[in-house]
């Protein structure tokens, strides 16, 4: 932690309530870390402003004092894009915290950064509408975050990503200046903005406010659990759900050690000593779910399935999420710590990238319980460690680094919505070769000149790659040629 | 080197000398909408010929093409797999190409219901003004890693870079289709576009034209019945003649010139103070002939949350786009010199 110069946080402090500038150390360590808490830096001090005039003098001040900024909202994140800096403010969103409006017969909301996601679909549960991107995370982390990650949630394959949800983000840039992109029509004029700053993970501005769109609850929503006594079959049955015309509402896989960790958890009725679970909801009109459930339901049988049920009341169809959705936090009963790894892969490959899994390890000597997205391809394998005993942390993190190579190798990407934060950045130099990380440096140089917002996070540096030695080959040429070896 | 590498080689040096000579590159796939945007002063650079299907996946719901492909040949082939492109892309010439697609980044009646071309677009590979070779995002569904340059190229119009492949969602065609006619006024057309949109009806497109609501349906066989009863109205025997005709702008309604874009959020009024409109998009675009001014119009779409284009004319358009007011304007502007800092690209047409 080092210090803020004294005459920038003396006019900081004018600049904000008396209570919306923390710096004691014990006000300070709840900031420490994101939900990726392996990576701790105590923050010099954190702001809490409450409007947008606030967070515009901030950042204006910040710039004239060429200090960074990490923006943070509620801390949820998994790559440690939240994670304070070196002699940054971190500036934190959680008290623009209001639902401005709600708009029944347009379909939208238009919300503050800090509210929780799930607070949005509450408030619009009385018109029949919600907002459907939904990560596991919903009940604690921020729309602002979401749009800064892109989030998914479990469905992201009919339902899209956040940036398929979103119309309109107000954000504030370095020079305290307000942007509007997108709009609350379909369409604005000039550059797609409102997709480059979703997922630009707190690097181009700060997003004070978001219009999103609402859709009507859907009429029916029921789901199918399929166990399979091999993950290939269940692969199988992934795509073959697909190839028959059906867009399942959430696709969703666990390996044998998920399960069963996740039915002495929440005791979901999941059949243990299964190699793999398939969850499938069909949602739509009432006619649309009977047959799609029975195509469903002919294809897994057809794939080998062990055991079909479908969820008979809304109580067994939240009990079988419920399972799904306590997946992570029961691996951890399980094992001291587990490392969440968030690659995406064309399903077709699934099967050899379990394979691949299953042999690193065993190479390794370190556990993996498989989760997934199987509709939209999605890993998350976590790798169960112990991070007291010295260098598991290490060869956690080598292990998963290998396991995302294996995605780029097959055509996949290192991460399908957790963010690059500062986890990824050495892959961030094998799925991407130089010239088009300089892009991506220069259009952040084009909304942050002065390089202050969330520095050194999501793009690595050139040099950093070049250290690396990391194997992007692009046309048969080496990497960073233009770069010294070391 | 096979045909595609020679044709990308010599592109490649094509944009060296152009950048060597200060000049500026127009691009052109088969220049079905060269009548969209500003009318420009460049070079041509042809890029039909760099054309075919990559990968086409129908299980993963992926399909990738060099930009010069057609899109009937794209459509033929999904169409065979009984897969289609979601956003429906309007044509507007039997050659048209996937990369002046998205490039103009226009999307059809299906739009509102399954997304515009922006939302379908999953990755790019693209020719930047130093005549570089990049690709961002990818095959697959999810992916945050980087900024998404991929869907900025989307609507870009060609001032950013050459697209030179694009891999897309593609969708399974609904079982079902039906298009309902009911007889009522603009305003509440609109009403009525948005209040289902509120409930769980299947709707795939809907329109408004001379006292007319047509509404597009699809889904399960069982699923659309379900909904024509509780939609009502009479089923027009034509309906693909119907959509095809609004999003190929064949009908002689959309014949006048100049034809200007209202894009709107859905909900706003009608303003029928204007002339008679074409409503699509659930209420989201509506397509006005009048020979209004310029700012007028764009003083009312803006009072009500949208913006304007200037569609087609007879005269050359050079203001088709509503001004971008600053600081955003000098934010787009730098964002361009990020992917072509000498400005081979830069047409103005946008
Ligand atoms: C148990 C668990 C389950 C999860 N499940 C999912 C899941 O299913 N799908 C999924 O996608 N993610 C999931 N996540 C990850 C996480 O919840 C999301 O990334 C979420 O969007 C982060 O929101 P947040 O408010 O906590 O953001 P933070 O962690 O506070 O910040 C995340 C990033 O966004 C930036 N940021 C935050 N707010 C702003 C703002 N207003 N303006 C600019 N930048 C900003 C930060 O600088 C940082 O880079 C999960 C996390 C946990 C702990």
Not at chain 2, 238 to 257: H, K, S, V, Y
Request: charged content about 20%; hydrophobic content about 45%.
């Amino acid at each position: 932690m080092s210090a803020l110069p004294a005459d920038f946080l003396e006019k900081l402090r004018r600049l904000l309530p008396q209570d919306g500038l923390l710096t004691a150390p014990e006000d300070l360590a709840p900031y420490e870390c994101d939900a990726l808490s392996a990576y701790r830096r105590r923050p010099p001090a954190v702001a809490l402003p409450r409007t947008e005039e606030e967070i515009s003098a901030i950042l204006n001040l910040c710039r004239m004092h060429n200090v960074p900024v990490v923006a943070r909202g509620h801390g949820t994140g998994l790559s440690g894009g939240a994670l304070p800096i070196e002699g940054a403010l971190l500036l934190t969103l959680a008290r623009l915290n209001r639902i401005l409006m709600i708009d029944p017969l347009a379909r939208t909301a238009r919300v503050q950064p800090g509210v929780r996601n799930l607070a949005i679909s509450q408030a619009a549960a009385p018109y029949g509408l919600y907002y459907a991107p939904d990560p596991s995370s919903q009940i604690a982390c921020s729309i602002g975050g979401n749009v800064a990650e892109n989030s998914g949630g479990l469905h992201c394959l009919k339902y899209g990503l956040t940036v398929h949800n979103i119309l309109e983000v107000r954000a504030i840039t370095i020079d305290g200046d307000i942007i509007t992109l997108g709009s609350r029509a379909f369409d604005a004029p000039g550059y797609d903005l409102l997709a480059l700053i979703t997922g630009s993970e707190g690097m181009l501005a700060v997003i004070v406010e978001i219009t999103v769109r609402l859709l009507p609850k859907p009429e029916r929503a029921q789901v199918l659990l399929a166990a399979f006594d091999s993950i290939a079959n269940a692969g199988v049955a992934v795509g073959q759900i697909i190839a028959a015309g059906i867009i399942p509402a959430a696709m969703e896989m666990m390996d044998k050690l998920s399960i069963q960790a996740a039915e002495d958890y929440v005791h979901a009725g999941y059949p243990v000593g299964a190699e793999a679970l398939l969850l499938v909801e069909v949602d739509g009109v009432n006619e649309e779910v009977s047959d799609g459930l029975r195509v469903v339901y002919e294809v897994v049988k057809a794939c080998g399935a062990t055991e079909v049920r479908t969820a008979l009341d809304e109580a067994e169809r939240t009990r079988f999420w419920a399972g799904r959705k306590a997946a992570f936090p029961a691996i951890g009963r399980i094992s001291p710590d587990y490392y969440c790894m968030d690659g995406t892969i064309p399903r077709g490959r699934l099967p050899e990238v379990l394979v691949r899994i299953a042999e690193l390890s065993e190479e390794y000597g370190l556990p993996v319980a498989n989760v997934f997205h199987a509709g939209d391809g999605n890993l998350h394998p976590l790798i169960l460690y112990d991070a007291n005993k010295p260098g598991e942390l290490e060869k956690t993190e080598e292990m998963g680094g290998k396991i995302l190579e294996t995605c780029i190798a097959v055509g996949g990407t290192i991460t399908g919505e957790h963010g690059v934060g500062v986890e990824k950045l050495n892959q961030m130099c094998v799925q991407f070769s130089s010239a088009e990380l300089e892009v991506f440096h220069a259009l952040k140089a084009a909304f942050d000149p002065p390089g202050l917002l969330n520095p050194g996070k999501a793009v690595p540096s050139l040099h950093r790659c070049a250290e690396l030695g990391a194997m992007h080959v692009h046309h048969g040429q080496l990497p960073h040629p233009e770069l010294p070896r070391f | 080197m096979n045909i595609h590498d020679q044709w990308l080689a010599a592109t490649g040096e094509r944009v060296l000398q152009a950048r060597a000579e200060k000049r500026k590159l127009s691009i052109r796939g088969s220049g079905s909408k060269g009548f969209y945007g500003n009318v420009v002063d460049a070079d041509t650079l042809d890029v039909a010929e760099y054309a075919g299907v990559v990968d086409y996946q129908p299980r993963e719901l992926t399909l990738t093409a060099r930009a010069g492909t057609r899109l009937e040949v794209i459509e033929a082939l999904l169409a065979k797999n009984n897969q289609m492109l979601p956003f429906e892309p309007p044509h507007f010439g039997a050659d048209a190409t996937l990369g002046g697609c998205v490039s103009t980044g226009l999307s059809g009646p299906r739009r509102p219901y399954a997304g515009a071309v922006r939302d379908a677009v999953l990755g790019t590979k693209v020719l930047d003004g130093r005549a570089q070779v990049l690709r961002f995002g990818g095959q697959v569904i999810k992916n945050v890693a980087g900024y998404d340059v991929s869907r900025l190229m989307v609507g870009a119009m060609g001032t950013l870079g050459v697209l030179l492949e694009v891999s897309v969602k593609v969708l399974p065609c609904p079982e079902s289709e039906c298009t309902l006619m009911l007889e009522m006024p603009a305003d509440r057309a609109v009403e009525i576009m948005n209040l289902w949109a509120a409930s769980p009806v299947p709707l795939s497109a809907t329109a408004w034209r001379a006292g007319h609501l047509y509404v597009r349906l699809s889904g399960t066989e069982s699923a659309v019945q379900a909904a024509m009863q509780k939609i009502g109205g009479a089923k027009i025997p034509d309906g693909p003649a119907f959509w095809q005709a609004l999003r190929e702008q064949t009908m002689p309604d959309l014949a006048m010139r100049p034809l200007w874009r209202l894009s709107m959020p859905t909900a706003a009024k009608a303003f029928t103070a204007l002339g008679q409109p074409v409503i699509e998009w659930g209420g989201g675009v509506r397509w006005y002939g009048t020979d209004m001014p310029a700012d007028t119009l764009r003083a009312l779409a803006k009072q009500a949350g949208g913006h304007v284009t200037l569609f087609r004319s007879h005269q050359p358009i050079t203001q088709a786009f509503t001004p971008l007011p600053e600081p955003l304007a000098a934010l787009h502007q730098r964002i361009r010199l990020a992917l072509d800092p000498h400005g081979v690209f830069d047409t103005g047409r946008m």
